[in-house]
């Protein structure tokens, strides 16, 4: 598909920004322009029209003026000012489109005043009649802008772009796609929100913790996770619990009202999550260890409610009353190695939920069920599980978001027979023959090498299995 000339494009742009400023109206870059902005750094070449957005339809005739001012002529019109009104302004080859937002939302064809939602509207044609398809949007995604250098121009563009890109294209944004069907591919628009919707007259039920289960490994630890069972039952009581168990030992009849799943001896974490996740039946699925205890303070419905932007969100922890995370992401250098960096970048914040995009964060997990079940652990992995997971995820693209406000509190008790299964070198070979990496550094400075020695190590053990 043939875009806009690239120089005629920005002209177009810079003038077209200049002239919504002049009017002083709260407006914003949008859309493709956005996507563009945000993801490409530059229009983009395939894009067939600059896009901005306007609160304030009620000021459209200035608008047009403005536009018109600076060379536009008024292509097309959409809508009314009172509902989903859009204007198109042409100057040679080049399309402006210009949409206008409004308070509370649009649901089955009824104006609904919410104060948490803003919808945008769109038109097409079918059978002869004018349709409106409503994008809804949360509020505080364009309730304020900031300003950004882009092609010359100083453009306003919303406070959290990435958010904004989120909710208009879905979490893989960064995805390019061939085909796109504005009338039904963006993720804002919602049946409850389509003319041609054909269900149910009312909003269907809203996600809750009742569609959740809580999926518990545990080791040769049963106070423990006796304990991390009680704090589910007390704090988010209406949520299923499955303890996947491989100890030896059958502790079933200390956790009363507990799907409880017992495994050969030492079958390995990644085994055991892999098997309790199998067994459960509600959508969502929510992982934690063992040691792990929650509270009010765990704020799992804002990790449910994150799965909107990402297809895994990870938790916080403090232990020993402080704040301990381990989220971040990966770098690769030349050399063969992996490095593990503390993610420093910044925070979005979404229907008051703080969120940052990472590449790997703690135990303290929130899926969907079926996304556990196409991304299952390594099995061959009894160490070394954690690592190779978040690296296969990011190999995947999967949307790995870190909640920092999520937070469980963490009190380990390590016996010598535990720290003598989680510390297995066989695995950590396997792991790093599997990746091909010559060290792995992690962000606390401790460096782990890959020698020539550990090859014939491994080849011993490989053989020993054989």
Avoid at 47 to 75: K, T, Y
Avoid at 332 to 350: A, I, M, S
Avoid at 382 to 388: F, G, L, P, Q, V
Avoid at 393 to 417: D, M, N, S, Y
């Amino acid at each position: 598909m043939n875009g806009m000339d690239p120089k005629a494009a920005i002209r177009a742009f810079q003038e077209a920004n200049d002239a919504l400023g002049s009017v002083g109206v709260k407006y914003w870059a949008d859309c493709g322009t956005l996507l563009g902005m945000v993801r490409d750094k530059r229009i983009m070449r395939h894009d067939l029209d600059i896009d901005f957005s306007c609160w304030q339809p009620e000021r459209h005739e200035e608008i047009q003026a403005a536009m018109e001012a600076a060379g536009f002529h008024l292509h097309h019109t959409y809508g009314t000012p009172e509902r989903g009104f859009e204007q198109a302004f042409k100057r040679g080859s080049i399309k402006v489109d210009i949409f206008y937002f409004y308070p509370g939302t649009v649901r089955f064809g009824e104006l609904v005043d919410d104060p948490a939602l803003c919808w945008q509207g769109s038109w097409y044609r079918k059978k002869g009649q004018w349709k409106l398809i409503v994008s809804e949007f949360d509020r505080s995604l364009v309730a304020r802008q900031r300003r950004r250098t882009f092609n010359g121009a100083i453009v306003p563009v919303p406070v959290q772009p990435i958010p904004m890109l989120v909710a208009r294209y879905g979490p893989k944004w960064r995805q390019r796609v061939l085909k796109w069907d504005w009338k039904r591919d963006p993720f804002c628009i919602t049946p409850e929100t389509h003319p041609d919707y054909t269900g149910p007259s009312v909003p269907p039920k809203k996600v809750s913790l009742e569609d959740v289960t809580a999926v518990i490994k545990t080791f040769m630890r049963p106070e423990l996770v006796v304990r991390a069972v009680e704090s589910v039952k007390q704090t988010y009581p209406e949520m299923e619990i499955i303890v996947v168990d491989d100890s030896g030992v059958d502790i079933s009849e200390r956790l009363p009202g507990v799907r409880y799943l017992e495994l050969p001896y030492d079958s390995g974490l990644s085994a055991g999550r892999n098997e309790g996740v199998k067994e459960v039946t509600t959508p969502y699925t929510f992982i934690m260890d063992d040691d792990m205890i929650l509270s009010a303070r765990s704020r799992l419905p804002d990790m449910l409610k994150l799965l909107e932007y990402g297809d895994l969100i990870c938790g916080s922890m403090t232990m020993n009353r402080r704040v301990v995370n381990w989220e971040g992401t990966y770098e690769f250098p030349e050399d063969g190695g992996l490095h593990l960096v503390k993610y420093r970048g910044p925070t979005y914040k979404t229907a008051g939920i703080r969120w940052a995009q990472v590449d790997f964060g703690l135990n303290i997990l929130m899926g969907r069920t079926e996304f556990f079940h196409e991304h299952q652990w390594d099995e061959e992995l009894k160490t070394s599980e954690h690592t190779d997971y978040f690296l296969r995820l990011r190999e995947a693209g999967a949307e790995v978001l870190f909640a920092p406000g999520c937070i469980v509190e963490h009190k380990p008790q390590r016996t010598p027979a535990y720290r003598r299964m989680r510390r297995r070198p066989e695995f950590r070979l396997r792991f790093f023959a599997k990746h091909g990496f010559t060290y792995h550094l992690g962000y606390s400075g401790h460096k782990d090498v890959w020698k020539p020695s550990d090859q014939a190590a491994l080849d011993a053990l490989l053989k020993e299995s054989a």
